[in-house]
C-alpha cells in the first residue's frame, strides 16, 4: 500500500480520516490505518513470539530425558509387571510375550481414543464454520444467493483454528485484515476478499448478478431469470442447478 497525499498552497500532506492516515491498497481501494494500533499489535505479536519460543525450549530440555516414553503406556505397564507374580515369568521370553501383548492392548485402545477425538473435533469444526455463514452480515446485505449455497462455494476457504474461523487464499495463506495491519480478518472481512476475487461473483453479488433486460438462452421461451424469492423457494440441489445455467440471474 502507498500514502494518500493532497497538495495545499503547494505543499503535499497526508490525507487523514479520523486521525488516521489513508492508504491506497493494491486493488485501489482506500483504507484509513490505524499506525499507533499497528505498532503495538506488532509488538504483542514479538512478545507473544518469543513467550512461545522460551516455553517450547523449556519443555524440550524437560523431556528429553525422558525422550520416547509414553507416561500413560510405562506406567500402566509397570503395574501389570509389579502384580505378575508367576515364576514363569521368569524366562525371557515369556516376558516378551506378555510385554507385546500389553503394548498391542494399549496401542489398540489408544487408536480407538484418538479416533473418536478426530470425529469430535471434525463435527465442532464443521458446526462453527455452518453458524459463521449462517450469521454473517455481508451475505444478508450483499448475497442474491442464501448462506447454504455461500458455503458450498466458498467454505473451503476457511478453516478453524484455535476455535476460530480463518479465512485463507487460493494458496493457502492466511487472509488479514486491510484496516487492522498485522491481525487475522474477521469471517466478513475474509468472504469479502475471497469474493473479490471469484470470477463469477457477478452471478451470486446483489444488483449485479441479472442477465440483464430479461435475457433468455438456449430454446425460445426458456427463461434464465427468476425472482430471488422464487429462487429461495427451490430446494438446494435445484438452486445449485439453476445456478450453473449458462446466462442465469436473479432479480427482486
Known sequence: MKLKTVEIDGQIYAEVLDGKPMFVAEDGKEVPVDAPGALATISRLNAEAKGHREGKEAA???LKDFEGLEPELARKALETVASLTDRRLVDAGELDRVRDEIRAGFEA???AKDGRIVALQDSLAGETLAAAFARSR???EKFAVPADLVQARFGTQFRI???RVVGVDGSGGRLYSRTRPGELASFDEALEQIVEAYPDRARILKGTIAAGGGASGGGAGVSRTMTLAAFNALDARTRA????E???GLTD
Request: charged share 30%; glycine share 10%.
Open 161 to 163: 483454528e484455535d476455535g
Open 109 to 111: 485402545e489408544l487408536a
Open 60 to 62: 524440550e530440555r524437560a
Open 246 to 248: 449458462p446466462g442465469f
Open 138 to 140: 455481508v451475505i444478508v
Open 241 to 244: 442447478a439453476r445456478m450453473a
